[in-house]
């Protein structure tokens, strides 16, 4: 299975970008799908997850109310819609997928793919 994320790139405050992030190798409907970031400097920290089915989500309290994970199975592709973005919301992004949940961290424990990131930077 490889993932692979697009749709970064350079922002004002206040401004929007929609990340995808494509599936391929077997069906996105096999694996939950999360979002991950690591800005310069700052460890990685978790964004939000969608289910396999798409009918369920979990953000990061941080992004809850901007950020919005979706996900089309037909497409093979997960989403991560970002509204009034922030400059501390510069990082780069990974998309991942995992089979299954592994431990009890729900959706912010282990993945089992990672894609390569895009970068989103904000500017004030």
């Known amino acids: 299975v490889q993932l692979q994320a697009s749709g970064g790139g350079l922002v004002q405050a206040g401004g929007s970008l929609r990340l995808s992030c494509a599936v391929s190798?077997?069906?996105?409907?096999?694996?939950?799908m999360g979002w991950f970031r690591q800005a310069p400097g700052k460890e990685r920290e978790f964004v939000g997850a969608?289910?396999?089915?798409?009918?369920?989500?979990d953000y990061a309290d941080s992004m809850k109310g901007r950020f919005t994970i979706s996900r089309d199975n037909a497409k093979n592709t997960g989403y991560l819609q970002m509204n009034s973005l922030k400059r501390e919301d510069t990082a780069v992004y990974y998309c991942?997928?995992?089979?299954?949940?592994?431990?009890?961290?729900?959706?912010?424990?282990?993945?089992?793919?990672w894609g390569q990131g895009t970068l989103v930077t904000v500017s004030s």
């Open positions: 190798g077997r069906s996105s409907s096999n694996y939950d």
């Open positions: 991942t997928a995992r089979v299954r949940q592994y431990d009890n961290r729900g959706y912010r424990g282990k993945y089992d793919y």
């Open positions: 969608i289910n396999r089915s798409g009918t369920d989500t």
